[in-house]
């Protein structure tokens, strides 16, 4: 019974009475330690996060911004009777080959994939450098008319314009 009064303050025949709130003391200033150890941890794993994305956004847009292309001319490829085009790199990027490979096409406004070009898109890696396609899309020639087709060729980023080209004649094999 002595036992237990002494556990529940009772009755207490230690003569270090002090010894108790020093204890408490000490936990708690081990605790506040541990919890602001613990919130440091996690704000700078915050942090971290929050400036690798910011870092890869302004990537992106420096990349965005560098890489342009742009269509310089277009004919008929007379092996194939194909509209075939000239792509340059007009930006200061580097396409790389697997971004190349992401090119999308189109042909008055219709999408075309790509994979089935007599010739695709090689070599248009380093700024200023250009490349040759010959498509799958029919060259514009109508009997006794000329004809017309839009081409427009984007990379997976960056800026392009479309090109227009009109044949003069049905017989043309420019525009």
Do not use: H
């Not at 847009?61 to 509209?83: E, F, H, K």
């Not at 999408?111 to 029919?138: H, K, M, R």
């Amino acid at each position: 019974m002595k036992f237990v009064k002494n556990i529940f303050g009772l009755k207490s025949n230690s003569k270090r009475k002090g010894i108790t709130p020093v204890i408490a003391i000490v936990l708690l200033l081990m605790m506040t330690v541990a919890a602001a150890g613990m919130a440091y941890v996690w704000i700078m794993g915050l942090q971290e996060d929050i400036q690798e994305q910011s870092n890869e956004g302004v990537e992106k847009q420096q990349r965005d911004t560098a890489a342009a292309i742009s269509i310089v001319s277009a004919w008929n490829d007379t092996t194939s009777t194909m509209i075939a085009f000239t792509i340059k790199n007009t930006g200061t990027y580097t396409f790389s080959a697997d971004e190349i490979a992401q090119f999308t096409y189109y042909f008055n406004g219709v999408y075309n994939d790509g994979t089935a070009f007599g010739t695709p898109c090689v070599g248009l890696g380093e700024p200023g450098s250009v490349c040759q396609v010959v498509s799958d899309e029919g060259f514009p020639a109508t009997p006794g008319r000329a004809g017309q087709v839009n081409i427009k060729v984007d990379p997976p980023f960056g800026s392009t314009s479309p090109y227009s080209c009109a044949t003069k004649t049905a017989s043309d094999n420019s525009c």
